[in-house]
């Protein structure tokens, strides 16, 4: 018997909460990036941070997902015995945990730059 797919992991849940905070703490940096005017280091910085981490990040959320209705499918999908899908889901269960635990490491890092930056940007 197959079991029924749950991509509830600590780690997996807490990269999707950890994510919608983070982008929220993105945004608040742009509004202040924004407001400190014309500044091109500040922007040239933001653009960075957005594009070579939080876009990074944005692609792992997606991917996730994308695991996760992959892993519906197999559950559904009859031409899998129990064991066979049992081993495909487990397998996508094991991948999910461990990329959701190295993006927790990268948002830690990505939210000590956003509060260094907020820091600087407020002095």
Do not use: C
Not at 23 to 34: E, I, P, Q, R, Y
Not at 46 to 64: I, P
Not at 76 to 84: F, I, L, V
């Amino acid at each position: 018997v197959s079991r029924n797919p749950k991509s509830n992991s600590k780690s997996v849940t807490d990269f999707y909460d950890r994510y919608g905070e983070t982008k929220k703490k993105m945004d608040t940096l742009k509004l202040l990036v924004k407001r400190a005017g014309n500044s091109n280091e500040w922007e040239a910085y933001f653009q960075g941070l957005e594009v070579n981490e939080f876009a990074q990040l944005d692609g792992v959320k997606e991917g996730l997902t994308n695991i996760s209705n992959y892993i519906y499918n197999i559950n559904e999908d009859r031409q899998y015995s129990p064991r066979e899908k049992r081993q495909l889901i487990d397998g996508q269960y094991y991948m999910m945990t461990e990329i959701a635990k190295q993006s927790n490491e990268a948002l830690d890092e990505l939210d000590k730059e956003i509060e260094k930056a907020k820091k600087q940007l407020k002095e």
